[in-house]
T-cell receptor, first 111, second 114 residues
């Protein structure tokens, strides 16, 4: 039972263009969402988060959108840079400590 | 140290042997997590420690897996009688004692069971 799904295992984007990574969830009790980035042989690093009381959160080139009715969130990276090439994980929690992670999307930004 | 430290970074073992993986969390972080990532899979929750409370072991896949946290700091994840399906990256994370706090991950231990 995958409560957090990232249906695109990989994505390729040209440098300078927008990258859109998607995440769907099934548990309507989830109220806090995070995105992590992971480079090979490193641990995941926190990127951006959003609470369910908001529908958008922005931090520099990164924006997360939350659509609660659709149980969908997306991460936008504009403009995309080659250094953004990594695996991106979304995670969700329901006001507790237990974060449920998706399977990840591998982003490749082409120079 | 400045970040979460895990050791060893790589471990190769034979099927049936026991292994111990170590995690040193960020100083002052009272919450500690173990996750694992199998090939092509997401991060799978294993166990959670919070202060002196009883740990949440609900994610441990079998009774061959156990973990302890001594003195509210260093944690050890032990896998007994390892199987090939235990091969994965084992990640430790810590966070402050607050709800909706982001997790800080270590670099992980790549475990390979031959």
């Amino acid at each position: 039972d995958q409560q957090v799904k990232q249906n695109s295992p990989s994505l390729s984007v040209q440098e300078g263009r927008i990258s859109i990574l998607n995440c769907d969830y099934t548990n309507s009790m989830f109220d806090y969402f995070l995105w992590y980035k992971k480079y090979p042989a490193e641990g995941p690093t926190f990127l951006i988060s959003i609470s369910s009381i908001k529908d958008k959160n922005e931090d520099g080139r990164f924006t997360v959108f939350l659509n609660k009715s659709a149980k969908h969130l997306s991460l936008h990276i504009v403009p995309s840079q080659p250094g953004d090439s990594a695996v991106y994980f979304c995670a969700a929690s329901s006001g507790t400590y237990k974060y449920i992670f998706g399977t990840g999307t591998r982003l490749k930004v082409l120079a | 140290g400045a970040g979460v430290s895990q050791s060893p970074s790589n471990k190769v073992t034979e099927k049936g042997k026991d292994v111990e993986l170590r995690c040193d969390p960020i100083s002052g972080h009272t919450a500690l997590y173990w996750y694992r990532q199998s090939l092509g899979q997401g991060l799978e929750f294993l166990i959670y420690f919070q202060g002196n409370s009883a740990p949440d072991k609900s994610g441990l896949p079998s009774d061959r897996f156990s973990a302890e946290r001594t003195g509210g700091s260093v944690s050890t994840l032990t896998i007994q009688r390892t199987q090939q399906e235990d091969s994965a990256v084992y990640l430790c994370a810590s966070s402050p004692d607050r709800q909706n706090e982001k997790l800080f991950f270590g670099s992980g231990t790549q475990l390979s069971v031959l």
